[in-house]
């Protein structure tokens, strides 16, 4: 073998070398989008867990009230209405939508509680709010946990060079949970 196919070899091996390496760099950023993806599909389903465990609790939570306030059937129909939406809701842009509905009409109901004392000393009440109020605080948490999955893989599927991958397998940036417009205004406590 001669200077030439002993310079051709090396030359082949090198060819070969960056080949592996780019391949195992391709591979990697891969399945650093797929994890991440899954993260933010995972962290989704927690925040779909609590979400039910809402949904399960609100009809006896508004039996309940609905006991003490027969004439607030406005505040009753909209957290029906905006409960059975959250049943209806098929996508993450939809779910979002609907919960922010639903916790907007919460809010109104809570204010109707607020002007009933005997409600509030009710034992299945009582039970049923600390319920209520637990699931809420899991909710924000797992929104939180939520939005940080979202956040990062966001970030991934936007900076260089995997934003050329991700291009190419069809990664698309995911949807943060928001809280609804309503949400920043302080609700008003009324006493007639």
């Known amino acids: 073998m001669g200077k030439t196919g002993k310079a051709l ?24 989008l797929v994890q991440s993806e899954e993260g933010v599909k995972g962290a ?8 039910q465990r809402r949904y399960d609790l609100i009809p006896n939570y508004v039996e ?3 006991g003490y306030a027969k004439h607030e059937k406005e505040v009753f129909l909209r957290v029906t ?28 109901l809570l204010l109707v509680v607020e002007r009933y004392p005997d409600l509030k000393a009710n034992q299945n009440f009582i039970r ?17 946990r939520y939005n940080e999955a979202v956040r990062a893989y966001n970030v991934k599927i936007r900076s260089f060079p995997t934003n050329i991958l ?9 949807e943060f949970f928001k809280a609804p417009p309503e949400a920043k205004e302080v609700p008003k406590v009324e006493f007639k």
């Open 9 to 32: 070899g090396i030359a082949g091996l090198v060819i070969v070398v960056i080949l592996l390496a780019f391949f195992f760099s391709i591979r990697g950023m891969y399945n650093s």
């Open 44 to 51: 989704w389903a927690q925040v779909e867990n609590q979400l």
């Open 64 to 66: 309940t009230v609905k």
């Open 166 to 174: 991700a291009g190419m397998f069809g990664f698309t940036g995911a």
């Open 81 to 108: 209405e905006a409960r059975a939406k959250v049943g209806g809701a098929t996508n993450v842009k939809d779910k979002i939508g609907a919960n922010n509905e639903l916790s907007s009409a919460l809010s109104r």
């Open 128 to 144: 049923l709010q600390d319920e209520l109020a637990g699931t809420e605080n899991r909710i924000a948490v797992e929104r939180r």
